[in-house]
């Protein structure tokens, strides 16, 4: 075959492969991605080396005798950027983002309130828990019961006379002394102060912008990466057959049951089973009720799988060929791996961290 038989033959074979006109997004290992996301004209391996250099250099800022917030905030733009160029849904982008606010709130708050770090300037220093647990009968607790049990009696209900009982035993108790009798004291834990300082402080938001900007550019590599293009990267890097093969058949088998359980809910839908409001119990058997059919038409799929294989004649001992999904290496690929090795050094080599430095400069 003359050359440029071969280079037409190839441009055919690329038209081909192209993903159907008007089709935006493809199917990830989580939810999809559009087609001609940013993210994705980076080679698989690099943007995998890219996450983890990013997330150990993440990781050095958090040191707790010396956090280094500037690095942190330096790092976090990177790690955004990422996300935002990783060409997922909108509406699926919210979600995710919704789900880390809650998880680096909280973590802010263990280690503000719970991680006493000293410092220079004290905003607060309040023991909260005396190291002992005491067993003693109040009058506000006669007085919560006695709410309760009057108001079921008056209108029958519980959870409104909870409330109430709750809200009027706090008031009378801040503004009369109400006896109390102490029965016991028992030695449990130790104490607890709440002590939080400008370090704390300092060392708490260190934390959550790391730990966001590891979380957002790990999602995006998730998010970005195909199955296929791991096999691909796994052939670049000489791995045996046997094992491309195992793991091309799971994440194929995974992306057939995700394609046969929207089937069967939208199935489900279609006979009208949430046509009337159901409680947490019955939509939990519901999900379980969809276990039967899954099991059943995976064991059709892998049959259908196994004599596929077979109708093609295909062994584990044949010649290799060409995986088109195979990624080419470009120039951005290897400034991006300089880039990798730029961020290998911010977190293993001996700097003192961006803080210090600034703080020296200036």
Same mark, same amino acid.
């Given at each position: 075959m003359s050359k440029q038989e071969y280079?037409?033959?190839? +441009? @055919? @074979? %690329? +038209?081909?492969?192209? *993903?159907? *006109?008007?089709?935006?997004?493809?199917? =990830?290992?989580l939810f999809s991605r559009r087609v001609n996301a940013p993210l994705v004209q980076v080679h698989l391996l690099v943007r995998i080396l890219l996450v983890i250099c990013l997330s150990a250099a993440q990781l050095r800022t958090m040191n707790t005798a010396h956090p280094d917030i500037v690095g942190a905030i330096v790092l976090w733009v990177p790690s955004i =950027?990422?996300? #935002?160029l990783s060409g997922m849904h909108g509406k699926v982008a919210r979600i995710y983002? /919704? #789900?880390?606010?809650?998880?680096?709130?909280? /973590?802010?708050?263990?280690w503000t309130l719970l991680n006493p770090v000293p410092g !220079?300037?004290?905003?607060?220093?309040r023991q909260v828990y005396p190291g002992f647990l005491t067993l !003693? /009968?109040?009058?506000?607790?006669? #007085?919560?019961?006695?709410?309760v049990v009057g108001y079921y009696r008056w209108k029958r209900g519980i959870v409104n006379g909870i409330l109430l009982a709750s809200v009027a035993a706090i008031a009378i108790s801040y503004l009369l002394p109400l006896p109390t009798w102490t029965i016991a004291r028992v030695p449990f834990f130790h104490p607890l102060t709440l002590y939080i300082s400008e370090q704390g402080l300092l060392l708490a938001l260190t934390k959550v912008i790391s730990y966001s900007g590891m979380m957002f550019s790990t999602i995006a590599l998730v998010v970005t990466s195909r199955d296929i293009e791991l096999m691909g990267a796994m052939r670049q890097l000489r791995i045996p057959r046997p094992i491309i093969f195992f793991l091309s058949t799971v994440f194929r088998a995974l992306n057939l049951a995700l394609t046969d359980y929207e089937t069967i809910y939208q199935a489900q839908i279609a006979r009208a089973v949430? +046509?009337? *409001?159901? !409680?947490?119990?019955?939509?939990?058997?519901d999900l379980a009720s969809i276990a039967v059919p899954m099991v059943a038409m995976m064991i059709r799929r892998s049959s259908e799988i196994?004599? +596929?294989?077979? %109708?093609?004649?295909y062994t584990l001992g044949q010649k290799d060929s060409d995986f088109y999904e195979t990624s080419p290496?470009?120039?951005l690929d290897w400034s991006l791996l300089v880039a990798c090795l730029v961020l290998l050094y911010l977190a293993v080599g001996p700097y003192p961290g961006l803080t210090a430095l600034f703080q020296r400069w200036g």
């Open positions: 280079f037409s033959s190839m +441009a @055919e @074979e %690329a +038209a081909y492969l192209q *993903p159907p *006109p008007g089709r935006r997004y493809v199917r =990830s290992f =950027s990422i996300f #935002l983002i /919704l #789900l880390i606010l809650p998880t680096v709130f909280s /973590l802010f708050l263990s !220079s300037i004290v905003f607060v220093q !003693s /009968l109040a009058f506000w607790q006669v #007085l919560w019961i006695g709410i949430n +046509a009337q *409001p159901r !409680s947490f119990l019955r939509r939990l058997r196994g004599d +596929a294989l077979l %109708a093609r004649g290496w470009r120039p």
